[in-house]
């Protein structure tokens, strides 16, 4: 069994295309990063390049596991085998930085905690979770059970502003890293993949939608500033960006959402999102060894 590790994104998805797309819900992640690379440029992350790698139980055999980095960002875990997850550490430790590197890792659950014990086994660091997280695919899509007042509607441009002011805000209070927020908010903006939930005609709630790939939309983010919650406004928006996704094409819409956050668990369960997979963001914590043994 070995793992192909490259620097082209053609090659990429000729190669893990197939096998992503067969599991798309637990593959999300890496088919809508793949995609902004494909649309925007390999930079649009960061100025580092991109690495990504594919794993095959034997030569020949099919595709069966993935990852990519955008660094300065951590690995992203594709659905995969533990042994594989264990595989892919072992041999990012020997590349050594000068291959790409590796602060921390994300993904299932299952193969992030294989990928991290063979990683502090390598390199002698430890690791801390920054954050726990439930991905959920929605079943049949149901109104909230207390509708909200006021109504949903496709975000245009005269509220670019606000909602990069949204972006910001829950980006902080998330602890997640999105370069270029303004480039993101025009692109959802541009494609209709941004959805506003207004009262009295006032703005009060956000949500936006991933495009459909291999049948796949993610929802996120999902925000309400501090003085508009705990009136339901999440909700109506996010079965309204929900909806969208479904008429837009989707055969399968996403959420992600933090475990330590009980009632965003339970709103998205009552309008009819069903448990897939837990997910792991980890840190990787002190020195590490150099090849050589010593602490780097």
């Not at 797309?21 to 494909?38: C, F, I, K, M």
């Not at 501090?226 to 079965?239: I, L």
Request: charged residues 20%; glycine residues 10%.
């Amino acid at each position: 069994m070995a793992w192909t590790l490259s620097t082209s994104l053609d090659d990429f998805h000729t190669h893990a295309d197939g096998f992503l797309g067969a599991r798309p819900a637990e593959n999300t992640v890496l088919l809508t990063v793949a995609d902004r690379l494909a649309k925007r440029g390999p930079h649009v992350f960061g100025d580092a390049a991109p690495v990504f790698g594919w794993w095959r139980r034997e030569p020949g055999g099919p595709v069966e596991g993935a990852f990519l980095q955008t660094p300065p960002f951590a690995p992203r875990l594709s659905a995969m085998p533990e042994r594989a997850a264990a595989a892919l550490a072992t041999e990012l430790a020997a590349a050594g930085a000068e291959f790409t590197e590796i602060t921390g890792v994300s993904g299932g659950e299952a193969a992030v905690r294989a990928f991290s014990a063979a990683w502090q086994a390598a390199t002698g660091v430890g690791d801390s979770v920054r954050s726990s997280e439930r991905l959920y695919r929605l079943g049949e899509l149901t109104a909230p059970p207390r509708p909200p007042a006021g109504r949903h509607r496709v975000a245009a441009p005269g509220d670019r502003d606000l909602l990069i002011r949204w972006y910001e805000a829950f980006l902080t209070e998330t602890g997640v890293e999105l370069p270029n927020v303004p480039g993101a908010v025009d692109d959802r903006i541009a494609g209709g993949l941004l959805h506003v939930w207004e009262d009295e005609d006032r703005p009060v709630a956000m949500a936006g939608n991933s495009p459909v790939i291999a049948g796949m939309s993610r929802i996120g983010p999902v925000y309400t500033p501090v003085e508009a919650r705990g009136r339901g406004y999440a909700s109506g928006v996010t079965a309204a960006a929900s909806a969208a996704a479904l008429a837009q094409g989707a055969a399968e819409v996403l959420l992600y959402t933090d475990l330590a956050n009980p009632t965003s668990n339970s709103i998205y369960q009552q309008i009819g999102y069903r448990p897939v997979e837990d997910c792991l963001v980890l840190d990787f914590v002190g020195r590490t060894r150099r090849r050589d043994g010593r602490p780097g």
